[in-house]
Structure formats: C-alpha cells, structure tokens
C-alpha cells in the first residue's frame, strides 16, 4: 500500500508543477497582451514589442 501512497504523491506533484507551469505562461501571456494593448492604445506600439510575444510562441 505504501509504494501506491508513493506513486501517488509523485503524480500529485508531478500536476502541481503543470498546472503551476500552465498558471506562470498563462500570466506571462496576459502581462505581454496587456502592454501591448496600453501601448497600442496610446500610440507607442512598435514592431519591436512584437517580438517577445513571438520568441514566447517558438519556445513552446
């Protein structure tokens, strides 16, 4: 019984961590659309703000 109480306290942790790492590029996502809409909005938007949104987007 032990070895299965094991197994699944790894599998609980092992969602904690995705659904932590799910929560952080969600966030990150939202921070980088929000600039770009202030930015957008007043008129300061540039190509160059672009670009973290597309290195975020190759790297996963």
Known sequence: ???F???EH???AQQQ????ERDFYRAKVDLLLATIRL???NGSLV???LM???QLL???
Do not use: Y
Request: proline share 4%; no cysteine; glycine share 8%.
């Open 1 to 3: 019984m032990s070895a």
């Open 5 to 7: 109480l094991g197994r």
């Open 10 to 12: 790894v599998l609980n």
């Open 17 to 20: 961590r995705f659904a932590a």
């Open 39 to 41: 930015k957008a909005t």
């Open 47 to 49: 190509e160059g703000d």
């Open 52 to 54: 973290p949104i597309e």
């Open 58 to 60: 190759l790297s996963h």
